[in-house]
Protein backbone atom coordinates (compact mmCIF):
# COMPACT_ATOMS: atom_id res chain seq x y z
CA UNK A 1 0.00 0.00 0.00
CA UNK A 2 3.00 2.61 0.56
CA UNK A 3 4.24 2.39 -3.10
CA UNK A 4 0.44 2.63 -4.16
CA UNK A 5 0.24 6.17 -2.28
CA UNK A 6 3.73 6.78 -3.49
CA UNK A 7 3.16 6.30 -7.14
CA UNK A 8 -0.64 7.82 -7.49
CA UNK A 9 1.31 11.16 -5.57
CA UNK A 10 3.96 11.12 -8.04
CA UNK A 11 1.16 11.17 -10.95
CA UNK A 12 -0.46 14.52 -8.91
CA UNK A 13 -0.81 17.58 -11.73
CA UNK A 14 1.73 19.74 -9.56
CA UNK A 15 4.03 20.14 -13.05
CA UNK A 16 2.16 23.24 -13.90
CA UNK A 17 2.56 26.85 -13.57
CA UNK A 18 2.95 28.50 -11.40
CA UNK A 19 6.53 27.18 -10.61
CA UNK A 20 7.18 29.06 -7.65
CA UNK A 21 3.59 28.19 -6.14
CA UNK A 22 3.71 24.16 -7.21
CA UNK A 23 7.29 23.24 -7.07
CA UNK A 24 7.43 23.29 -3.68
CA UNK A 25 4.62 21.12 -2.82
CA UNK A 26 6.02 18.59 -5.68
CA UNK A 27 9.28 18.71 -3.72
CA UNK A 28 7.52 18.03 -0.32
CA UNK A 29 5.31 15.60 -0.86
CA UNK A 30 8.48 13.60 -2.99
CA UNK A 31 10.31 13.49 0.33
CA UNK A 32 8.99 10.19 1.45
CA UNK A 33 8.17 9.33 4.91
CA UNK A 34 6.43 6.58 6.01
CA UNK A 35 2.53 7.21 4.78
CA UNK A 36 1.30 6.44 7.68
CA UNK A 37 -2.16 8.13 7.51
CA UNK A 38 -3.06 7.09 4.00
CA UNK A 39 -2.32 3.40 4.58
CA UNK A 40 -4.05 2.93 7.73
CA UNK A 41 -6.91 4.32 5.52
CA UNK A 42 -6.84 1.59 2.85
CA UNK A 43 -6.47 -0.83 5.55
CA UNK A 44 -9.30 -0.09 7.62
CA UNK A 45 -11.99 0.44 4.19
CA UNK A 46 -10.17 -2.83 3.42
CA UNK A 47 -12.07 -4.49 6.40
CA UNK A 48 -15.42 -4.27 4.53
CA UNK A 49 -14.48 -3.57 1.05
CA UNK A 50 -11.67 -5.61 -1.66
CA UNK A 51 -10.01 -2.49 -3.19
CA UNK A 52 -8.34 0.22 -1.21
CA UNK A 53 -7.16 2.06 -3.92
CA UNK A 54 -10.77 2.76 -4.53
CA UNK A 55 -9.94 5.76 -1.72
CA UNK A 56 -6.11 6.69 -2.68
CA UNK A 57 -7.44 10.15 -3.68
CA UNK A 58 -9.10 10.33 -0.28
CA UNK A 59 -5.90 8.54 1.54
CA UNK A 60 -3.76 11.37 -0.88
CA UNK A 61 -5.67 14.14 0.38
CA UNK A 62 -5.00 13.49 4.04
CA UNK A 63 -1.38 13.13 3.27
CA UNK A 64 -1.41 16.00 1.59
CA UNK A 65 -3.32 17.98 4.52
CA UNK A 66 -0.37 16.02 6.55
CA UNK A 67 2.06 17.43 4.89
CA UNK A 68 1.01 21.11 4.63
CA UNK A 69 0.75 21.17 8.86
CA UNK A 70 4.76 20.02 8.48
CA UNK A 71 5.37 22.75 5.98
CA UNK A 72 4.19 25.47 8.07
CA UNK A 73 5.05 23.74 11.35
CA UNK A 74 8.41 23.78 9.80
CA UNK A 75 8.50 27.98 9.47
CA UNK A 76 6.84 28.63 13.10
CA UNK A 77 10.00 26.46 14.35
CA UNK A 78 12.26 27.63 12.16
CA UNK A 79 13.34 23.99 11.59
CA UNK A 80 16.49 24.10 8.82
CA UNK A 81 15.43 20.24 7.72
CA UNK A 82 12.84 17.79 7.11
CA UNK A 83 13.52 13.87 6.23
CA UNK A 84 17.07 14.92 5.58
CA UNK A 85 16.42 17.46 3.35
CA UNK A 86 16.41 21.24 3.37
CA UNK A 87 12.82 22.23 4.94
CA UNK A 88 10.80 24.54 2.10
CA UNK A 89 11.27 27.49 3.74
CA UNK A 90 15.00 27.33 3.48
CA UNK A 91 14.88 25.46 0.46
CA UNK A 92 12.88 28.38 -0.84
CA UNK A 93 11.92 31.43 1.37
CA UNK A 94 9.38 32.12 4.52
CA UNK A 95 6.61 33.36 1.98
CA UNK A 96 6.97 30.66 -0.47
CA UNK A 97 6.41 28.44 2.32
CA UNK A 98 3.12 29.68 3.44
CA UNK A 99 1.41 30.12 0.14
CA UNK A 100 2.42 26.76 -1.14
CA UNK A 101 1.08 25.33 2.18
CA UNK A 102 -1.87 27.52 2.23
CA UNK A 103 -2.69 25.89 -1.72
CA UNK A 104 -1.53 21.93 0.11
CA UNK A 105 -4.41 22.82 2.22
CA UNK A 106 -6.86 23.74 -0.50
CA UNK A 107 -5.53 20.99 -2.94
CA UNK A 108 -6.30 18.78 0.09
CA UNK A 109 -9.99 19.43 0.36
CA UNK A 110 -10.28 19.17 -3.48
CA UNK A 111 -8.93 15.92 -3.53
CA UNK A 112 -10.81 14.82 -0.94
CA UNK A 113 -13.93 14.73 -2.86
CA UNK A 114 -12.77 13.22 -5.78
CA UNK A 115 -14.16 10.19 -6.75
CA UNK A 116 -13.40 7.00 -8.83
CA UNK A 117 -16.10 7.04 -11.34
CA UNK A 118 -16.28 3.28 -10.40
CA UNK A 119 -17.09 4.09 -6.77
CA UNK A 120 -20.55 4.68 -5.59
CA UNK A 121 -21.11 6.07 -1.97
CA UNK A 122 -24.51 5.55 -0.06
CA UNK A 123 -26.37 9.15 0.33
CA UNK A 124 -24.72 11.69 3.07
CA UNK A 125 -21.46 9.34 2.85
CA UNK A 126 -19.31 12.64 0.92
CA UNK A 127 -20.57 15.10 3.54
CA UNK A 128 -19.71 12.82 6.25
CA UNK A 129 -16.11 12.27 5.33
CA UNK A 130 -15.96 16.37 4.75
CA UNK A 131 -17.12 16.93 7.84
CA UNK A 132 -14.75 14.41 9.64
CA UNK A 133 -11.78 16.12 7.94
CA UNK A 134 -13.18 19.33 8.60
CA UNK A 135 -13.64 18.97 12.10
CA UNK A 136 -10.42 17.16 12.40
CA UNK A 137 -8.32 20.30 10.74
CA UNK A 138 -9.61 22.43 13.37
CA UNK A 139 -8.63 20.65 16.46
CA UNK A 140 -5.34 20.17 15.09
CA UNK A 141 -4.91 23.76 14.96
CA UNK A 142 -6.44 23.78 18.55
CA UNK A 143 -3.59 21.06 19.69
CA UNK A 144 -0.69 22.93 17.37
CA UNK A 145 -1.72 26.48 19.66
CA UNK A 146 -1.83 24.41 23.27
CA UNK A 147 1.73 23.16 21.84
CA UNK A 148 2.77 26.51 21.50
CA UNK A 149 1.22 27.99 25.06
CA UNK A 150 2.80 25.05 26.72
CA UNK A 151 6.57 26.31 25.56
CA UNK A 152 6.09 29.20 28.05
CA UNK A 153 4.39 27.91 30.84
CA UNK A 154 6.04 25.74 33.63
CA UNK A 155 2.38 23.88 35.03
CA UNK A 156 1.31 21.90 32.42
CA UNK A 157 -0.35 18.87 33.84
CA UNK A 158 -0.46 15.69 32.36
CA UNK A 159 -3.95 15.63 31.76
CA UNK A 160 -3.13 18.94 29.51
CA UNK A 161 -0.56 17.49 27.72
CA UNK A 162 -2.32 14.41 26.82
CA UNK A 163 -5.21 16.47 25.35
CA UNK A 164 -2.76 18.11 23.41
CA UNK A 165 -1.04 15.18 21.94
CA UNK A 166 -4.77 13.68 21.04
CA UNK A 167 -5.69 17.22 19.29
CA UNK A 168 -1.99 17.72 17.66
CA UNK A 169 -1.14 13.91 16.55
CA UNK A 170 -3.75 11.55 17.40
CA UNK A 171 -7.22 12.73 15.04
CA UNK A 172 -5.51 12.50 12.62
CA UNK A 173 -5.04 9.23 12.62
CA UNK A 174 -8.17 8.84 13.94
CA UNK A 175 -9.62 10.38 11.14
CA UNK A 176 -7.76 8.30 8.30
CA UNK A 177 -9.29 5.45 9.62
CA UNK A 178 -12.70 6.63 10.31
CA UNK A 179 -12.88 7.66 6.34
CA UNK A 180 -11.57 4.80 5.26
CA UNK A 181 -14.80 2.94 7.02
CA UNK A 182 -17.29 5.58 6.23
CA UNK A 183 -16.25 5.39 2.55
CA UNK A 184 -16.80 1.75 2.39
CA UNK A 185 -20.48 2.30 4.07
CA UNK A 186 -19.71 0.98 7.54
CA UNK A 187 -21.87 0.73 10.27
CA UNK A 188 -22.28 3.23 12.76
CA UNK A 189 -20.91 1.94 15.49
CA UNK A 190 -18.35 0.37 13.72
CA UNK A 191 -17.25 3.70 12.63
CA UNK A 192 -17.08 4.84 16.11
CA UNK A 193 -15.22 2.23 16.93
CA UNK A 194 -12.15 2.42 14.33
CA UNK A 195 -11.99 6.06 15.14
CA UNK A 196 -11.48 4.91 19.15
CA UNK A 197 -9.14 2.77 17.47
CA UNK A 198 -7.17 5.19 15.61
CA UNK A 199 -7.51 8.21 18.52
CA UNK A 200 -5.83 5.66 20.92
CA UNK A 201 -3.33 4.20 18.99
CA UNK A 202 -2.10 7.76 18.45
CA UNK A 203 -1.58 8.62 21.51
CA UNK A 204 -0.12 5.36 21.85
CA UNK A 205 2.48 5.89 19.28
CA UNK A 206 2.75 9.84 20.46
CA UNK A 207 4.09 8.98 23.56
CA UNK A 208 6.32 6.24 21.89
CA UNK A 209 7.84 9.01 20.31
CA UNK A 210 8.43 10.63 23.90
CA UNK A 211 10.19 7.73 25.06
CA UNK A 212 12.22 7.18 22.32
CA UNK A 213 13.44 10.64 22.05
CA UNK A 214 14.83 9.67 25.25
CA UNK A 215 15.66 5.87 25.39
CA UNK A 216 15.93 5.04 21.42
CA UNK A 217 19.24 3.80 19.67
CA UNK A 218 20.26 6.98 17.72
CA UNK A 219 21.47 4.71 14.40
CA UNK A 220 18.00 3.35 14.64
CA UNK A 221 15.95 6.60 15.52
CA UNK A 222 17.72 8.69 12.89
CA UNK A 223 18.65 11.54 14.72
CA UNK A 224 20.07 12.67 18.02
CA UNK A 225 18.29 11.38 21.17
CA UNK A 226 17.49 13.34 24.18
CA UNK A 227 16.39 16.68 21.88
CA UNK A 228 13.33 17.24 23.74
CA UNK A 229 15.33 17.26 27.18
CA UNK A 230 17.59 19.70 25.64
CA UNK A 231 15.07 21.88 24.39
CA UNK A 232 12.87 21.36 27.37
CA UNK A 233 9.79 20.69 25.94
CA UNK A 234 6.57 19.82 27.91
CA UNK A 235 6.53 16.03 27.49
CA UNK A 236 5.00 12.79 29.15
CA UNK A 237 8.34 12.62 30.81
CA UNK A 238 9.45 15.72 31.78
CA UNK A 239 6.12 16.71 33.21
CA UNK A 240 5.68 13.85 35.35
CA UNK A 241 9.55 14.14 36.18
CA UNK A 242 8.68 17.73 37.83
CA UNK A 243 5.95 15.67 39.78
CA UNK A 244 7.61 13.13 41.17
CA UNK A 245 11.16 14.88 41.99
CA UNK A 246 11.63 15.39 45.31
CA UNK A 247 14.56 17.41 47.21
CA UNK A 248 18.39 17.34 45.37
CA UNK A 249 16.49 15.39 42.36
CA UNK A 250 13.76 18.58 41.58
CA UNK A 251 16.91 20.81 42.03
CA UNK A 252 18.98 19.17 39.88
CA UNK A 253 15.99 18.90 37.04
CA UNK A 254 15.03 22.65 37.86
CA UNK A 255 18.82 23.98 37.18
CA UNK A 256 18.98 22.00 34.31
CA UNK A 257 15.55 23.92 32.99
CA UNK A 258 16.38 27.14 33.52
CA UNK A 259 20.44 26.80 32.50
CA UNK A 260 21.10 29.10 28.93
CA UNK A 261 24.03 27.51 28.11
CA UNK A 262 25.08 23.84 28.85
CA UNK A 263 27.15 20.97 27.45
CA UNK A 264 24.31 19.03 25.75
CA UNK A 265 25.28 15.69 26.64
CA UNK A 266 25.87 16.27 30.34
CA UNK A 267 22.69 17.33 30.29
CA UNK A 268 20.83 14.80 28.83
CA UNK A 269 22.52 12.08 30.74
CA UNK A 270 21.84 13.96 34.12
CA UNK A 271 17.97 14.66 33.29
CA UNK A 272 17.69 10.72 32.12
CA UNK A 273 19.27 9.88 35.12
CA UNK A 274 16.74 11.61 37.18
CA UNK A 275 13.70 10.37 34.79
CA UNK A 276 15.51 6.33 35.64
CA UNK A 277 15.71 7.18 39.18
CA UNK A 278 11.89 8.32 39.68
CA UNK A 279 10.70 5.97 37.58
CA UNK A 280 9.45 7.92 34.87
CA UNK A 281 10.62 5.24 31.82
CA UNK A 282 8.45 2.41 33.60
CA UNK A 283 5.35 5.26 33.85
CA UNK A 284 5.60 6.07 30.21
CA UNK A 285 5.90 2.43 28.83
CA UNK A 286 2.65 1.69 31.09
CA UNK A 287 0.24 4.33 29.84
CA UNK A 288 1.78 3.33 25.91
CA UNK A 289 0.28 0.15 26.90
CA UNK A 290 -2.98 1.78 28.38
CA UNK A 291 -3.68 3.72 25.22
CA UNK A 292 -2.48 0.31 23.25
CA UNK A 293 -4.90 -1.78 24.87
CA UNK A 294 -7.65 0.65 24.38
CA UNK A 295 -7.43 0.49 20.64
CA UNK A 296 -6.98 -2.81 20.37
CA UNK A 297 -9.80 -2.96 22.17
CA UNK A 298 -11.89 -1.18 20.26
CA UNK A 299 -10.72 -2.81 17.28
CA UNK A 300 -11.80 -6.15 18.67
CA UNK A 301 -15.59 -4.41 18.50
CA UNK A 302 -15.78 -4.03 15.20
CA UNK A 303 -17.68 -6.28 13.81
CA UNK A 304 -16.13 -7.42 10.96
CA UNK A 305 -14.45 -11.78 10.57
CA UNK A 306 -10.93 -11.46 12.81
CA UNK A 307 -9.21 -12.61 9.56
CA UNK A 308 -9.90 -8.81 7.95
CA UNK A 309 -8.70 -7.35 10.98
CA UNK A 310 -5.58 -9.13 11.09
CA UNK A 311 -3.34 -6.54 8.41
CA UNK A 312 -4.79 -3.43 10.97
CA UNK A 313 -3.80 -5.47 14.08
CA UNK A 314 -0.28 -6.21 12.74
CA UNK A 315 0.32 -2.75 11.18
CA UNK A 316 -0.16 -0.87 14.49
CA UNK A 317 1.92 -3.77 16.47
CA UNK A 318 4.74 -3.05 14.39
CA UNK A 319 4.59 0.13 15.02
CA UNK A 320 4.39 0.02 18.26
CA UNK A 321 7.50 -2.11 18.22
CA UNK A 322 8.99 -0.05 15.88
CA UNK A 323 12.78 2.12 17.50
CA UNK A 324 12.41 4.31 14.96
Known amino acids: MHNKVNDYIAKLPLDKE ?3 LYAPIEYVLSLGGKRIRPVLMMMAYELWKENGEDVLPQAVALETYHNFTLLHDDVMDNADVRRGKPAVHKKWN ?5 LSGDNMLVLAFKWMQSLPSSLSLGEGVLADVLATFTDTAIEINEGQQYDVDFETRDDVREEEYLEMIRLKTSVLL ?4 KIG ?4 GAPKEDVENIYQFGVNMGLAFQLQDDFLDVYGDEKVFGKAIGGDITSNKKTYMLINALQKAEGEDKATLQRWIDAKEFDRQEKVAAVTAIYNKVGIDKMAKAKMEEYYALGTKALDAIN ?3 ERKAALREYAAKMMKREK
Open 18 to 20: PKG
Open 94 to 98: ENTAI
Open 174 to 177: ACAV
Open 181 to 184: ALMA
Open 304 to 306: VPE
